[in-house]
């Protein structure tokens, strides 16, 4: 999203044009204007966009167009950290990291597999 200084409208491209400087052929110098007014008078604005349902926002310091995006939204956030939660938590996922604190204390590469026939069972596991 452009703003135009010169006339203050708000467009999305600028219009491209041509100074060929009388040469039939490439390089020609490219100039980028205001679509409204022709002035070069312009600068690029941030454009925010809501976290839930994406729709263009003008000014929000929470990052949602309205309440219920952000209930939503707040919603999915809590939802996708217990998954996140419950995953780092899982058995298979606390044994690799076991076979990856392994690995780096003694110096070896073993696979999960080959760590769970060769090291594990020597280990007693807590019921």
Do not use: W
Not at 27 to 33: A, C, D, G, K, S
Not at 69 to 81: D, P, S, V
């Amino acid at each position: 999203m452009y703003y135009c200084n010169n006339c203050e409208n708000k467009f999305e491209k600028p219009k491209r044009t041509f100074e060929t400087h009388g040469l039939s052929s490439p390089p020609f110098e490219v100039f980028y204007l205001c679509p409204f007014c022709d002035s070069t008078n312009f600068k690029e604005v941030e454009t925010k966009y809501c976290r839930c349902c994406g729709a263009r926002i003008k000014n929000s310091v929470t990052g949602y167009c309205s309440t219920e995006c952000k209930k939503t939204g707040e919603k999915l956030r809590l939802a996708e950290y217990k998954k996140t939660k419950q995953l780092a938590e899982s058995p298979l996922i606390m044994l690799i990291r076991e076979v990856d604190n392994y690995n780096k204390s003694h110096k070896t590469k073993y696979s999960y597999g080959q760590y769970v026939a060769l090291i594990k069972p020597r280990i007693k596991v807590k019921k």
